[in-house]
């Protein structure tokens, strides 16, 4: 059983940046790819970004490319997501979540075993 904690949410204007960390326990961290969703209020949960088990490879949701980065600590057990020129519409609470698989449908929720609690960002106009 894997458990996840999310951390560094708030508050932000927009065009600022922020960086949301997930720390994983009760589990071989590195033998998983983690993923970041976002909900924001009366919207479905989307997909954000994602890393496979090494780290080299990632994947984007076209929403956030070139804006946020993911990136994994494995020493650290922790998954990151540092979001950059951020706008409204990144406001949400980001999740993260933790997958034994790799591949088509990586960007789709069910594919995933563990889930966060969730932190909220607010990105203000």
């Known amino acids: 059983q894997v458990q996840l904690v999310e951390s560094g949410g708030g508050l932000v204007q927009a065009g600022g940046s922020l960086r949301l960390s997930c720390a994983a326990s009760?589990?071989?961290?590195?033998?998983?790819?983690m993923g970041w969703f976002r909900q924001a209020p009366g919207k479905e949960r989307e997909f954000v970004a994602a890393?496979?088990?090494?780290?080299?490879?990632?994947y984007y949701a076209d929403s956030v490319k070139g804006r946020f980065t993911i990136a994994r600590d494995n020493g650290k057990s922790t998954v990151y997501l540092q979001m950059s020129s951020l706008k409204p519409e990144d406001t949400a609470v980001y999740y993260c979540?933790?997958?034994?698989?790799w591949g088509l449908g990586s960007d789709s929720a069910i594919a995933y075993d563990y889930w966060g609690q969730g932190t909220q960002v607010t990105v203000s106009s």
């Open positions: 890393i496979k088990w090494g780290g080299r490879d990632t």
């Open positions: 009760g589990g071989t961290f590195s033998s998983y790819a």
């Open positions: 979540a933790a997958s034994n698989r």
